[in-house]
């Protein structure tokens, strides 16, 4: 079982469907938590970090649940151009240090 | 240079060969990291450095070396490759206080 576990999608909505991604986390003792954003055969980009009390920027509203280990993502109002895949990325605790995890990443397809 | 780059973007290789994945950042970050990407698996975390002179082993660390004589470079080095080491490797970079990561371009490489 992988430590960082996505929903692989791909998930195909209209355009200005809402769409909610979840990601969970295996180890409790984790900090930093970031959705990145990765278009095709392109590096992957920050699109927000994930904060204890929420944090919205724009259409976008990232969540983090640590009772039940997981991390949200919410997407209103969705435009073609939010298209891409979505990575979770979590810093499990390993060894003394910190280690970035990544999810397998969710596949959004908006369509008009 | 702005960022972090990689060298070469794309190379093809005969098994057995030796090669070394460039990377280097300007942002004075401490953290580094290379990462293999494969369709279906995601982002793996192979080698990484917290700080110049120190590395560590992420998660699939075999059949790769690293070194980080300095902040800014961070090459990844393939002693023999194979061809199951063919894959997308991107190299990444971070700071301490936000743990957010920068990517570099990537590097697309192919064993035959």
């Known amino acids: 079982r992988k430590e960082v576990e996505q929903d692989p999608g791909p998930f195909n909505v209209p355009e200005g469907a809402t769409v909610a991604f979840n990601c969970t986390y295996s180890n409790s003792a984790s900090q930093s938590f970031f959705w990145y954003r990765q278009d095709c055969r392109k590096e992957p980009k920050l699109l927000m970090s994930?904060?204890?009390s929420g944090n919205e920027d724009g259409r976008f509203t990232a969540q983090l649940n640590r009772a039940s280990q997981y991390i949200s993502l919410l997407i209103r109002d969705s435009k073609l151009s939010d298209s891409a895949t979505y990575l979770c990325?979590?810093?499990?605790?390993?060894?003394?240090?910190?280690?970035?995890?990544f999810g397998r990443g969710t596949s959004l397809i908006v369509h008009p | 240079i702005a960022g972090i780059t990689q060298a070469p973007t794309s190379q093809i290789l005969a098994a057995g060969r030796r090669m070394t994945l460039r990377c280097t950042q300007d942002m004075r970050h401490n953290a580094m990291y290379w990462y293999r990407q494969d369709l279906g698996l995601g982002l793996r975390l192979i080698h990484y450095?917290?700080?110049?002179?120190?590395?560590g082993k992420g998660e699939v660390p075999d059949g790769y070396s690293v070194s980080r004589a300095n902040t800014d470079d961070f090459p990844l080095t393939l002693a023999s490759a194979v061809p199951s080491q063919t894959s997308v490797y991107f190299c990444?970079?971070?700071?301490?206080?936000?743990?957010?990561?920068?990517f570099g371009p990537g590097t697309r490489l192919t064993v035959l």
């Open positions: 994930v904060y204890s």
């Open positions: 990325v979590v810093n499990l605790a390993s060894g003394g240090s910190y280690i970035p995890t």
């Open positions: 450095s917290n700080t110049a002179g120190t590395t």
């Open positions: 990444a970079s971070s700071d301490g206080q936000t743990d957010t990561q920068y």
